[in-house]
């Protein structure tokens, strides 16, 4: 049975099958993330792994044989810089329902359904209109009811989540967001 060679430390996992004792012609032909070279004892090429700790990256780091090998890789996500996600081909991903956004250490995990900075997209700002700033609903910007909206056409404009925008009086563009339009 073969071993993974090159750097293990002492008490790390072992691999008992036989990947490393397994013929190769490329990298191509060994478990993503191991190399494919001479090995003293081996007649020709085998695959190769030198040993690090798992990591979410869609490589056998810790050279057991298994790819991105569970729990260990959610607990690699979720203990970097964005809590709550978990590994999936390759990558941190966030959990049901939410959204990756941002860049480097910069990432976190938002649902952009009710995120009025990250509103039907990561980025999307609702803005601030009047004296009231928009909501993000199903994953669009609207404003609740009593928001004072300033428009330059009221009659079009219904950026209201009820639809109503009733205008404020005064004739300036002006309106109120309202359930019945009264």
Known sequence: MGQPVGGQPPGAPVWTGNVCTTPCSSGASCVPGWSCGALTGQAGDVCTCSYSPEACDGLDDDCDGVVDDEPATDEWCGSG??????????ACVCGSGGTLCGTGDGQFCTDTQTDSTDCGGCG??????????????AGACCYPDGALVVTDNPADYAPCCSGICTPAGGGGPECYCTRDGG
Do not use: F, R
Not at 81 to 90: I, L
Not at 126 to 137: E, L, S
């Open 81 to 90: 810089d964005v809590p709550g996600t978990t590994c999936q081909n390759g």
């Open 124 to 137: 999307v700002n609702c803005p601030y209109v009047g004296t009231d700033y928009a909501v993000c609903q």
